[in-house]
């Protein structure tokens, strides 16, 4: 009676547990969901390490297009901090996908218009973008690779086969049968085996384990997939048909999985079944049969498993782009894109109270022309945060239809850029070098394109001597200035603002320096810069008295002669 009390009473504690770990369970996952709700908008908080942020762009460098934006253009605007300010995805294929989907400047503006409805509805409809992020949630990361380094590696597995484990395991049969008969030679003959076996199975193990990850993705994504496609969402259908077309084509992976899944953790787990399952594949190999089988499978239906990315990444980041849009307290526009028709009759861009979305206090500008911008003004003034808030809105526009401002108004363009540039260390090359390269893919891609150029060029060769920077700054900067071709450009050089006049509108910001101190207004001014500040900024930071002196008695004699003199004193 007593044994039976404390079985009752063990099992009894056993169910408590339990139960309470999924009442907790339970609770954590209401507070998840509340959080989802609370949260929608508010600044991102995510760390980026090394490996992982190179991991991010793994679906974008397996889908190159055209129309995408080169590097040298991705790091003179500084987009891998606006991807951050924007990356809202709770999955792998979420941030690969929106991370793509900022590089992918659209030639075309079809995609638009269903874009825009699936980014309106999930801002619209809470509920269902909460069901969609939860299943988001439980997709997750890949670890320290992205899904593409496995796939992109399946062929140093090389071919194969599952002969040999079968040949093993049926020699198991004949030396069952003979135990009865000659159980000595039978237990060495089984003992032999076994540990043949299970050194063999370690040495394929060892091989196969990395990819053991990849799959266990792809079941989660498939698993995601089918609770995906049971919430109605008609502005998805498309994303849906498209989701149950390529899941369809990937069932057969599914057999067996859990065994192989499970395999690869079954120790870690101290569940007593687990571990004696772990004995029984390492015996009889039976989840490298399953592996072999389902890797067959997926090399043949590798591009169902993109596909399942592709749109799952989509929708996620649909979502995503639908938060930015509410985190932005200083306002946002959907763009609108002008026809030819549209441009012969008015100005080729305009923007409206444009913003940078990486200030939190920004001084809003506003733009409209149909030629070139030249930007000048004094140092720190706001030259290249300007060329940047016009940049980074024209790349926003046509990739996540959404602008930090209050109307975009512009053809579509392909988008170029020439401004933090620096020495190539490991090329050899100098900055000179580097910058003349990088003017001239921008000459040689509206040379060859049909369609409009949109670039920016900050400090046209800063890099050499101050009369052939100006020289052929001027050329330069003349050829950036055709039919298909719009250029905002910002200089030092007020020569310029004279020499290109007939190709260039001027605009220019100004300073205030008042009681021993420089003060910035950021607001942009029609017409060229009238003043300057570098020997002022010396004076300010407490230089000595006789090189501010000397600097500017050197500089006033060069504007009225034209010429430099050598002042001795």
């Known amino acids: 009676m007593e044994y039976l009390v404390f079985i009752l009473a063990f099992i009894l504690f056993v169910v408590c547990v339990f139960a309470k770990e999924a009442f907790s369970a339970k609770k954590r996952e209401r507070q998840y969901i509340k959080s989802l709700y609370i949260d929608y908008g508010k600044l991102p908080k995510k760390e980026y390490s090394k490996d992982r942020y190179e991991r991010i762009s793994s679906y974008f460098r397996k889908h190159k297009e055209e129309g995408q934006l080169d590097d040298i253009t991705w790091n003179d605007l500084n987009m891998d ?49 909460v069901k969609l ?35 093993t395991d049926i020699l198991f049969i004949p030396l069952i049968i003979l135990a009865p008969f000659h159980l ?63 899941k369809s084509r990937l069932r057969g992976m599914r057999q067996g999985a859990n065994f192989v899944i499970k395999g690869a953790s079954a120790a870690s787990t101290g569940n007593p079944l687990d571990i004696i399952l772990d004995y029984v594949r390492m015996v009889f190999h039976i989840d490298l049969l399953l592996f072999n089988r389902m890797l067959s499978q997926l090399r043949v239906h590798v591009e169902d498993v993109d596909g399942l990315i592709g749109q ?29 028709n549209e441009i012969k009759e008015g100005k080729v861009l305009s923007i409206c109270e444009g913003y940078h979305p990486l200030l939190s206090k920004p001084v809003k500008n506003s733009v409209s022309t149909d030629r070139g911008v030249l930007l000048t003004g004094s140092n720190a003034s706001g030259k290249s945060t300007f060329l940047k808030t016009v940049a980074i809105n024209a790349i926003m526009a046509q990739t996540i239809h959404t602008c930090t401002a209050d109307s975009y108004r512009a053809p579509l363009f392909l988008i170029y850029s020439s401004m933090s540039l620096r020495d190539d260390i490991e090329s050899g090359e100098s900055y000179y070098i580097v910058e003349i390269k990088a003017l001239k893919r921008i000459l040689q891609t509206a040379g060859k394109s049909s369609g409009r150029v949109l670039c920016f060029v900050d400090e046209v060769l800063r890099g050499t001597n101050t009369v052939e920077r100006i020289a052929a700054s001027t050329q330069i900067l003349k050829s950036l200035s055709g039919s298909n071709l719009l250029c905002f450009a910002a200089t030092h050089d007020i020569e310029l603002t004279q020499l290109l006049e007939e190709e260039y509108d001027n605009y220019h910001f100004e300073e205030d320096i008042r009681e021993g101190d420089i003060f910035f207004n950021y607001k942009l001014i029609g017409g060229r810069a009238t003043s300057r500040n570098a020997i002022k900024l010396l004076q300010i930071m407490g230089y000595n008295e006789d090189i501010i002196r000397h600097a500017t008695i050197q500089a006033e004699r060069f504007m009225q002669k034209g010429i430099w003199e050598k002042i001795t004193f």
């Open 133 to 167: 992020q939860v299943l988001m949630t439980r997709l997750g990361y890949t670890g320290k690779f992205s899904l593409y380094d496995y796939l992109d590696n399946l062929d140093l597995l090389g071919k194969r086969s599952n002969k040999k484990n079968l040949l």
């Open 184 to 246: 000595p030679v039978a237990l060495c003959g089984l003992t032999l085996l076994m540990c043949y076996n299970i050194t063999s199975y370690f040495s394929q193990k060892k091989e196969i384990e990395p990819y053991i990850i990849s799959f266990t993705y792809i079941m989660r994504l498939l698993r995601i997939c089918d609770e995906l496609v049971k919430v109605k969402i008609s502005v998805c259908d498309r994303e849906w048909e498209l989701i149950k077309k390529h």
């Open 312 to 340: 799952i990444g989509y929708i996620e980041a649909a979502i995503a782009i639908g938060a930015f849009r509410q985190s932005l307290e200083n306002g946002y526009c959907v763009p609108e894109f002008l026809e030819e």
């Open 81 to 129: 901090e606006i991807f951050k300010r924007m990356n809202y995805t709770l999955s792998a294929s979420g941030e690969e996908y929106l991370y793509y989907t900022l590089r992918s400047v659209a030639v075309n503006k079809e995609k638009f218009a269903h874009q825009e409805e699936v980014i309106r509805y999930f801002q619209e409809n809470p509920d269902d973008r």
